[in-house]
Structure formats: structure tokens, C-alpha cells
């Protein structure tokens, strides 16, 4: 499955000032049994959104009308433990675009820009900066530029430079995946297994 | 070492022999070895190569298994939970339709994903794994380079038998002296983690060295490679040595004859080179190590059992509100004494600690004693190998004598994707891997520890030094 181009956004933002949001809560495991990747966004942080019985939890940033956009702001180490790509499919398919954290842990991080999520890195302190803009109004906007790798705080006129892989990079601006690339390349590898003698 | 060539850690021995082509400086392809696969993470992978018109590169070099969604109980009979009858036979269906290796359910073979890979010898020093699983590091106790993968790669790898990756930073987590009595690699693992944090290793792939460590049979090396996702790692191993050479041989998949000799010499070659250099190096040491429980919600919030839970002036302020979340969530409160609280499920099993030392440790120490009423315990082997094992050394009856019950494999309360959930609001100790909030069950509040510690728990009831049973006995 090829992925949506992305190149800039401009979005107001969800902001989600929580720790350590492991992949458990994104996507809780019993929602693990499905057999095809559609359908995961109504059961993104299903257990802090709702209570037992499906009530909406009042308190619970999704279920609140102030915040909206294509932007998800979270504490540091986002997408901390189980590999589960769910994780990834359930806050794309709710209409994430971009997740904004001051660290992420590297299986999630891989998993969403496979599905052309795009987990933006920016420091401590510029995230601070964007829960303050976000509390004071919550029709903030955020200005993510791929081709330039930087984020913005659009009202504040302050940006900060994000990291990525040429590669990944490249793969996002145009669409591309991976195993495009992989099958592509089978004759290298094939070559590659036979000359690795201990190819077992 | 050729002298004029760099000295290496194992990590890069082993991840630079596995690049097929570098794509730009940072990013190459990278040739996988062995890939493992499961009901769960695996139908979209298979669906997905369907939809290119692709098929599976060389399926001899995956194997698969089902253990996540499967019962722990009955397992003759068809699957009772409708979704997970369908994951399975989808699973079923792709292995048989691509040619794929299965452990099903019934298998002989049939276990949790990185417990069978070890015991049957699949799983061997110097080699790439990968599967759809984050805590396949644990097959880093074996000298690999084995970590989780989302279901996009795990389709790449069965395209392709190919990765692209950035090589990861390298860390070596030094542990030396002398584990005492009545404490586990649990224990050592759980004590790093809450020195780091869960995620101290982020970016990181990690080597575990030292005396303290070269101690440790495989199986307990397993339990701390296992663990090493949960600060953060890539993934997390050991340089094999003759502890290693001595559990792989004779295994079902181990190298046999010429093959295991030419093998061998190249698994020597994979220690890191003396004067190699880590982008971090860490220094422990197990005398310090007492046995660790959990009282938060991710692993790193651990503590020696003696220790109270910190009050809000010990953490940092920024942390305060997830900390506040957290323990709100476990009904704990700041500096809270942990020894004494009132436990209601124990659960023994996992790819962490559900292998034969395991159950023997919990079964020697329960011999002879009675589990306390208030416990309602899991006890489940990790494979069917080690359930045949544990009750061909009687542990069954033993666990039996005690009030407890030997189950089926599977991952079963580890994430509760069976019918084995914790109920919601009650206090399990737990020697899986996780203690996210419902992680094993919606609302149920898990305290990682060792199987000794959950052997002492289901005992008593509350949460107990295991130490205390072995100072009166000293039988173990
Ligand atoms: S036992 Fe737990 S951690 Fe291990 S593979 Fe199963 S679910 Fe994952």
C-alpha cells in the first residue's frame, strides 16, 4: 500500500501533555484481533475515551470540542512499548497527520513514518512552548514543512528544525514505501545471500 | 582482529556483516537471517503481499507459531472467542498457502514465539531475527541482533527478506559482583530499568556485560535481553561463551557434525574486541541488587521491595502530573510502603519468566506450603516443551499439593488477549513484562516482579520479601 504524500501542513492541534503514552493505551490489545488494518481510529486511547460501558470520558482531550486538527502534541517518549503497527494505523485512521513529542521510542517511530505519519522530534523547551500557546488559545496552529524540516508556532512566528532520514524523507515527500524499493533491489540481495558464506 | 583494523563491538560485527547495500550514509539495506511470525501482528503483512501480487521471498527462512490470543485451557477444543478462532486460522491459511514452517496450536512445538525459537535451536549467535513483536530482543541472549518490527516491515521481510534501517547507537550496560541470595535476573533487569527510566535506551541497541551477567544460565539471560524494550532499546544482547555453545547443542535446530564446528569458530570471532568504544557505557552492581517489585505503570517505575514508593518532591515537576496519573491509576500513594499491600492474582509465565528454571524456582519454592486464599494464580508454561518438561519433573504435583494449577501454553495474562484477564480495580503480581495501565485486563493494576517474589506473594497474600522464606529454610 503506497503512502499519502506529505509535504506541509498547517493544523490547529490536540494536545495530549501525558508521559510515557505507551502503544497499549493508543491501541489496547484487545482490539488487536482484527484481521485487516481499517477501522482503528474509533478505538485510538479507547480506554482513556471512554468509560466502561462506552460513556464518553468528559475529561478525556478527544471527547472535548475545544481541540481538533491533524496535529496530536504529546508528552515525551510517545509510542513506548508492544511493536503493534495498530498503534500507528488507529491515530492515522482518526485523521492524524503528525505527532509532535520531545522524544519517541524507536519501534513507533518507524511504524508511523511506514504509514506516512510523520512523528516530528523538537526539544523540551519547544514543547512547553506549544502546550503554553495551545492553553492560552486553543485555536493554535502549527506549521509542520517537510521539505524544510522545521515546525512552527504560527501566532508566536517561532520555528524549530526537526530530524529525519534522507530516505524516509524522500519516501514521504513522494509516496514511496519500502518494499517498492525492497522488491526492486532482489537481485542485489540475491547476489548478497550467495556470497555470504554462512547464509544458512 | 587484523591490527590495522578498528576494534568492534559485537553489535557492529554483526549488523555491518548483515548490510546488502548502503542506500545513503545513514540508511542501508539489511539482510534478516531468521523472522518469526504470530497470529497478531501477521494477517495485514500476508493480506498486504497478496494485494501487490507478491509472494513470500524464501519462506523457509520464517517460522511461525500462535500464542498470543490463544486459551490456556482446553486447548483440544476449537477456540471459544470468535475473533481469535479467525486470527488463527488466518494464520492457519497464510503458512499453509505460502509454505511457511507453523508451530500451531497442539504443535508439540507450540509455544510463545521467543521461548520456542531458543529451544529448538533456531535461534543461534551472529544472526539477524526479526518478528512482529517487540520483545524479540530476547533472543539477543544468544549474540544476535533480534529486535521488534511493526506489520509494514514484517511485510518487507516477507517480501524481501530484507530491512531498511539506520544502525543504531550502541550502549554496553556493564553489571559485575555477586547476585544474593533469593534474587533473579528479574531482578537485575528490573533494578536497570528503574535506575534508567523506560526510555534510557531509547535509540540505543545494547550489549549486557560483566561478571554478574556471565553468571547467568541462558534462561535467565533470556529474562534480561527480554526485558531490554522496556528502557527504551532497540533490542538488548549477550556475547555467547560457552554458557551459550552448551544450551544450543543438540537442539532439534542447532548445526550438527562439520557444520556446528565451522559454526562455532565464527561464533567465537563475535565478543566485542577489547579496546572497542560504546556511544555510552553504564556501570552496575548486583550486591546492590535487592528484589525489585513495580508500583507504577511502565516498568521503570520500580523499587527494592524494602523501599517506599517516592513522594512528589523526589520527582521532577514536569513529571508530577503523569506521576500523579500513574499512581492514582495502581490506587497507590506517594511514599506508600509496598511489603504488606494485599495482592489478589499472581501470574507465573511469559516470554520474560514462563521457561522450565522459572517454574522451578516457583514450584521449589512453594513446595510443601500452601497458597494463601485470597490468590486466585496463573501458573503458565511458556511452550508446550515446557510443559511436558515441568511435569516430567513433577512440578505439576507440586504446584497441585500447594493449591495451585499448571495451565496451557500461550502469553495468556501477559496481554490478556484470552480469556485470562485480570478484573478491573484488582492487584496482580505479575512476572511478565509490562505493567501498562490495562495491560493485563481493562483497569487491572499489575506490580512486575520475579518468580521468586510472585512465589512468596502467592504464599502469603500481600507482597512478601522472597528472602524472608530463605533465611528460616536457606533451601534454595
Ligand atoms: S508473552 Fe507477552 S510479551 Fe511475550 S510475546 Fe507474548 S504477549 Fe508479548
Known amino acids: 500500500m503506497p503512502i499519502e504524500k506529505f509535504v506541509k501542513l498547517t493544523s490547529t492541534c490536540v494536545p495530549l501533555p501525558v508521559e510515557n503514552v505507551d502503544t497499549d493505551q493508543i491501541t489496547p490489545a484487545r482490539f488487536l484481533k482484527a484481521t485487516t488494518r481499517q477501522g482503528f481510529g474509533n478505538k485510538l486511547f479507547f480506554d482513556w475515551r471512554y468509560a466502561p460501558g462506552g460513556k464518553p470520558r468528559e475529561d478525556f482531550v478527544l471527547n472535548n470540542p475545544e481541540f481538533s486538527g491533524s496535529i496530536l502534541v504529546a508528552g515525551k517518549n510517545f509510542g513506548s512499548g508492544s511493536s503493534r ?50 492553553e492560552k488559545d486553543s485555536k493554535t496552529t502549527l506549521t509542520v514543512d517537510l521539505e524544510n524540516q522545521t515546525i512552527s508556532i504560527d501566532s508566536l512566528q517561532i520555528s524549530e528544525s526537526f530530524e529525519i532520514s534522507a530516505y524516509k524523507k524522500s519516501c514521504l515527500l513522494n509516496g514511496y514505501d519500502d518494499i517498492d524499493y525492497l522488491v526492486s533491489k532482489s537481485a542485489e540481495i540475491e547476489r548478497w545471500e550467495e556470497a555470504d558464506t554462512l547464509n544458512a | 582482529m587484523n591490527s590495522n583494523q578498528k576494534p568492534k563491538t559485537i553489535i557492529d560485527k554483526i549488523w555491518d556483516k548483515h548490510v ?34 507478491l509472494k513470500v521471498a524464501r519462506p523457509h527462512k520464517t517460522v511461525a507459531t500462535a500464542d498470543h490470543n490463544i486459551p490456556t485451557q482446553n486447548q483440544h477444543l476449537t477456540i471459544h472467542d470468535e475473533l481469535s478462532r479467525l486470527q488463527v486460522n488466518t494464520l492457519n491459511k497464510n503458512c499453509a498457502e505460502n509454505g511457511i514452517e507453523l508451530y500451531g496450536l497442539n504443535h508439540p512445538y507450540n509455544g510463545i514465539v521467543h521461548v520456542i525459537g531458543p529451544e529448538l535451536g533456531i535461534t543461534q549467535p551472529g544472526m539477524t531475527i526479526v518478528c512482529g513483536d517487540s520483545h524479540t530482543s530476547t533472543h539477543g541472549a544468544f549474540g544476535t541482533i533480534a529486535f521488534g518490527i511493526g506489520t509494514s516491515e514484517v511485510e518487507m521481510v516477507l517480501a524481501s527478506q530484507c ?30 530499568i528503574s535506575k534508567i527510566s523506560a526510555s534510557g535506551a531509547t535509540g540505543y541497541f545494547v550489549e549486557f556485560a560483566g561478571s554478574a551477567i556471565r553468571d547467568l544460565s541462558m534462561e535467565a539471560r533470556m529474562t534480561i535481553c527480554n526485558m531490554s524494550i522496556e528502557m527504551g532499546a532497540r533490542g538488548g544482547l549477550i556475547a555467547p561463551d560457552q554458557t551459550t555453545y552448551d544450551y544450543i547443542k543438540g537442539r532439534e535446530m542447532a548445526p550438527k557434525g562439520e557444520e556446528w564446528d565451522k559454526d562455532l569458530a565464527y561464533w567465537k570471532t563475535l565478543p566485542s574486541d577489547p579496546d572497542a568504544v560504546f556511544d555510552k557505557e553504564l556501570y552496575f552492581d548486583a550486591s546492590d541488587i535487592e528484589p525489585m517489585i513495580t508500583y507504577g505503570t511502565n516498568p521503570g517505575m520500580g523499587l527494592g521491595i524494602s523501599e517506599k514508593i517516592p513522594t512528589l518532591d523526589e520527582i521532577e515537576p514536569q513529571s508530577h502530573a503523569s506521576f500523579k496519573k500513574s499512581l492514582e491509576y495502581m490506587g497507590h500513594s506517594p511514599g506508600d510502603e509496598m511489603l504488606g499491600k494485599k495482592v489478589d492474582y499472581v501470574f507465573v509465565g511469559s516470554c520474560t519468566n514462563g521457561r522450565i528454571e522459572d517454574l522451578r524456582a516457583f514450584a521449589g519454592f512453594i513446595k510443601g506450603k500452601k497458597k494463601a486464599e485470597n490468590i486466585t494464580a496463573w501458573i503458565v508454561p511458556g511452550s508446550k516443551q515446557v510443559e511436558a518438561q515441568a511435569k516430567k519433573e513433577g512440578l505439576d504435583k507440586i504446584l497441585a499439593e500447594a493449591g495451585f494449577e499448571l495451565r496451557q501454553p500461550g502469553c495468556s495474562a501477559c496481554l490478556a488477549m484470552n480469556e485470562d484477564k485480570i478484573p478491573e480495580g484488582k492487584y496482580a503480581v505479575s512476572t511478565s513484562n509490562r505493567n501498562f495501565e490495562g495491560r493485563q485486563g481493562p483497569g487491572a493494576r499489575t506490580m512486575l516482579a520475579s518468580p521468586l517474589t510472585a512465589a512468596a506473594v502467592a504464599i502469603t497474600g500481600r507482597i512478601t520479601d522472597p528472602r524472608e522464606f530463605l533465611l528460616e529454610t536457606e533451601k534454595i
Open chain 1, 85 to 134: 503497527e495498530h498503534a500507528a494505523w488507529a491515530l492515522y485512521d482518526y485523521g492524524f497527520k503528525v505527532v509532535v513529542s520531545s522524544f519517541f521510542a524507536d519501534i513507533f517511530k518507524s511504524n508511523a513514518l511506514n504509514n506516512g505519519l510523520l512523528p516530528v522530534q523538537v526539544s523540551e523547551d519547544f514543547i512547553a512552548r506549544i502546550f503554553e500557546a495551545i
Open chain 2, 163 to 192: 530491512l531498511i534501517l539506520s544502525k543504531p547507537k550502541r550502549m554496553r550496560i556493564n553489571v559485575d559482583g555477586k547476585l544474593g541470595k533469593g534474587l533473579k535476573s528479574k531482578d537485575i533487569i528490573l533494578y536497570i
Open chain 2, 20 to 53: 546488502v547495500k548502503a542506500i545513503d550514509p545513514e540508511t542501508s539495506v539489511f539482510y534478516i537471517d531468521r523472522h518469526f511470525i504470530h497470529e497478531v501482528t501477521s494477517p495485514q503483512a500476508f493480506s498486504g503481499l497478496n494485494n501487490r501480487g
